[in-house]
């Protein structure tokens, strides 16, 4: 029998952020050795990097940093929560959220491609993969640029790290941006106004809220005004400034951040999985 104790499979599994099984595994073949064990887990990740491929990573985490007028979002996934509740794996994170914001990165691709200390990102990723043995991916990336930057971060539970991120660049400073970037981070707008919703998704609203009135019998007279107050109700569901404040329903996002005397300029939200 292989000379290892319960604390020392804890701290291994620690360390590499691998699991029960495979750390035990190990642990037999290097009879007792963690540096040894350590490289065992190493090599065979290795090895079957390309077989997670095609494995679905729906756990993760979301991570922000704000520089001045700069906010930057990252969303990291893993495949199991206990991966992302490991140090190993939120170590790896945090290189990739400070690589995006040393490369001024957009988007997940041109961050991939860049290098870190001698290495690619994405040689970064799979050399963490191979080590806990989980994919590892970087699914999005968001910069935002304004005269003031705000973020929120939100943990859907106690003893995960955040699952939802949100960075909102604003044309001044005001405490009430925070409080529009919680209101972002509950009730998901796609668009910051009006003027943002593309030609053709208005047309189509459009054209089914008129449908939809046809349908039901709806007076050829009163059409109009009806398809524009379903008009309206996308723009309310969908639009930053036109969405009732989560803090306060009687008004409208655009007319708290009027009082406060901003206005918003672009903003970021993701959800880990999402």
Do not use: W
């Not at 704000?66 to 979002?73: A, S």
């Not at 790896?92 to 961050?111: E, M, N």
Request: net charge negative; aromatic share 4%.
């Amino acid at each position: 029998m292989a000379n290892y104790t319960a604390a020392d499979i804890k701290a291994l599994r620690e360390k590499t952020g691998a699991g029960m099984l495979d750390v035990k595994k190990a642990l037999d073949e290097a009879d007792g050795d963690q540096s040894k064990a350590e490289e065992i887990l190493r090599v065979k990740g290795q090895k079957g990097v390309a077989k997670r491929e095609s494995r679905t990573a729906a756990n993760g985490l979301v991570a922000a940093h704000i520089d001045g007028g700069v906010g930057t979002l990252v969303e990291v996934n893993c495949e199991t929560d206990f991966v992302a509740k490991g140090e190993k794996f939120q170590q790896v994170a945090q290189t990739v959220l400070d690589q995006a914001v040393a490369v001024g990165a957009t988007d997940a691709q041109s961050l991939l491609a860049s290098q870190v200390d001698g290495k690619t990102v994405q040689q970064v990723l799979d050399e963490a993969n191979a080590l806990i043995g989980e994919k590892i991916e970087v699914r999005k990336v968001a910069r935002v640029e304004g005269a003031s930057v705000s973020s929120y971060l939100h943990r859907t539970s106690r003893d995960l790290p955040p699952q939802v991120g949100v960075v909102l660049a604003t044309d001044g400073a005001s405490d009430v941006a925070r409080d529009v970037a919680m209101h972002i981070a509950a009730m998901h707008p796609t668009y910051v106004t009006r003027d943002e919703v593309p030609a053709d998704v208005v047309e189509n609203e459009r054209r089914l809220a008129d449908e939809t009135a046809r349908n039901e019998g709806k007076p050829e007279a009163a059409l109009p005004k009806i398809v524009e107050g379903r008009l309206n109700g996308f723009f309310k569901e969908n639009v930053l400034v036109d969405q009732p404040f989560a803090k306060d329903s009687k008004k409208t996002v655009g007319a708290v951040l009027t009082e406060a005397g901003i206005s918003p300029v672009a903003f970021a939200r993701f959800r880990v999985g999402v």
